[in-house]
């Protein structure tokens, strides 16, 4: 039996980048913020530019502790929902395709927040990336850390826990 | 445009607490009123127009620094840590109103609580309990110039 040729390596990351563009670039307050997203594979690394209005200390120029902990929160849902995506992309049941400014997946909904904040954010960019820990039918638990110059030295990490809307992109409740 | 009440200026200071349009009601003795009008840009999900959790974190966690700078003594304050729990969803297209109360102090921690709610004034959609640094002022030993 002839397997089909595998598709170019360039149009399968062209096709992945497209489909997490189209999570991320029509939540409006993501782009408030300025928060972009960096993939490697599955990997997503979030990034947030520093701006003057993220500023929360004006004296220090520190970041504001919301928008650390705002920053957190993006960071866990796009990864919890870019996870579920990356599982049905994978596995043929999603066709990144299909998933343009019209169809996208419904976002998970915070059901909890807690973060730590262990440094006070510097007037520098700062990254995060999350690991979902438990991801069921219906709940996830994820948690996420920031840093900024240092990947070891965290100024912020946190754990959250979302309920899962349901996979089906066309569902409605 | 630029509302100038002493308590108003304490949110103009802070350029992210401007970005987000935050307007200061009240404040004082470890209590704090903060309401965010609607933005269209602080939407997270746009299928259903709610807006974005981070949105409102940034609004109780400058609510909840409020009540603490505005405890007898304090002179600054950071976020030790947060806890937000969603009830609910807030309703798209409504003004988020955060309380917040400074219920303990120690010399050196502030114990906070806060709710959000949105126009319905009876059931917080969120409520929110952290601990914050806190620095107190030198007790006054001599005649020093007023704060």
């Known amino acids: ?173 | 445009m630029i509302d100038v009440s002493p308590a108003q200026r304490f949110i103009e200071v802070i350029p992210h607490a401007k970005a987000l349009g935050l307007h200061l009601v009240e404040i004082g003795d470890g209590k704090a009123v903060i309401y965010m009008p609607w933005d269209d840009r602080f939407i997270g999900d746009p299928l259903t127009g709610v807006i974005a959790g981070g949105a409102v974190s940034a609004l109780l966690d400058t609510c909840c620094g409020a009540a603490v700078m505005s405890y007898p003594g304090a002179k600054s304050t950071a976020t030790l840590d947060l806890r937000i729990d969603y009830m609910r969803t807030a309703k798209p297209g409504q003004r988020i109103t955060a309380r917040a109360e400074c219920f303990h102090a120690t010399r050196s921690v502030a114990f906070v609580r806060a709710t959000a709610h949105d126009e319905d004034t009876d059931q917080p959609f969120a409520t929110a309990q952290g601990a914050f640094t806190m620095d107190m002022m030198p007790k006054p030993t001599k005649t020093e110039g007023a704060a």
Request: hydrophobic share 40%; charged share 25%; net charge negative.
């Open chain 1, 1 to 173: 039996m002839n397997r089909p040729a595998p598709e170019p390596v360039q149009i399968i990351k062209e096709r992945r980048d497209r489909a997490l563009q189209n999570l991320v670039g029509g939540i409006p307050y993501v782009n408030f913020l300025g928060i972009q997203f960096d993939r490697r594979g599955d990997e997503l690394t979030a990034l947030l530019p520093f701006d003057d209005q993220l500023v929360g200390n004006p004296l220090l120029q520190a970041i504001h502790g919301g928008v650390t902990s705002a920053f957190l929160e993006v960071t866990a849902m796009i990864e919890l929902s870019w996870s579920i995506l990356w599982e049905d992309m994978e596995n043929g049941n999603l066709d990144p395709r299909k998933l343009d400014a019209d169809h996208l997946p419904r976002l998970p909904k915070t059901i909890d927040f807690t973060v730590d904040y262990l440094r006070s954010g510097l007037p520098r960019d700062a990254y995060a990336r999350a690991r979902v820990n438990r991801s069921g039918r219906r709940y996830a638990s994820v948690h996420v850390e920031a840093w900024q110059d240092k990947r070891s030295r965290l100024f912020a990490q946190a754990t959250g826990h979302f309920l899962i809307p349901g996979r089906d992109t066309t569902e409605v409740e």
